[in-house]
């Protein structure tokens, strides 16, 4: 029998830590979406949740805390956009993170008229909801209120 053993020079333990920033210190690109003719662009500033729609439009602040994303159709790598009538679609924003791959607490609508994207008034809070899993349409009426 044959015992290999290898010696190795005593080596110093690295005692530099690499520190990371908590977040970014410039806004940066969530997720985005297409939705009713218009670009949508989520963003976390600072731990906030912004929304951009377009490129002129100044950006609006969203309820839940980022990192935000848009609510995909099950199965889908794309935005999930609820027709509430033939003027007006609503498409979802899950934020206010939890453990989960792009899971929240928070989900608020983005209904989109005209042109014009306004944040809902009602956000769904309490329950945890994840990116891929999408909404039913009961839950969407409740954001077109």
């Excluded at 002129?56 to 999930?80: D, E, H, I, N, R």
């Excluded at 809070?125 to 209120?145: I, M």
């Amino acid at each position: 029998m044959l015992l290999l053993t290898a010696c190795e020079p005593e080596r110093q333990p690295n005692t530099q830590a690499l520190v990371l920033p908590e977040r970014f210190t410039t806004p940066h690109v969530t997720d985005q979406a297409q939705a009713a003719g218009l670009t949508l662009v989520l963003s976390d500033n600072g731990g906030g949740c912004q929304l951009q729609v377009g490129k002129t439009a100044p950006p609006v602040w969203l309820k839940p805390m980022a990192p935000c994303y848009f609510m995909k159709s099950p199965g889908a790598a794309q935005a999930q956009v609820y027709r509430h009538d033939k003027t007006t679609a609503v498409v979802a924003v899950v934020g206010t993170p939890v453990k989960g791959n792009r899971c929240g607490r928070e989900v608020q609508g983005l209904v989109i008229k005209g042109g014009a994207v306004t944040p809902s008034a009602y956000v769904m809070q309490g329950s945890v909801h994840c990116a891929d899993q999408g909404l039913q349409n009961f839950q969407y009426e409740l954001f077109a209120k």
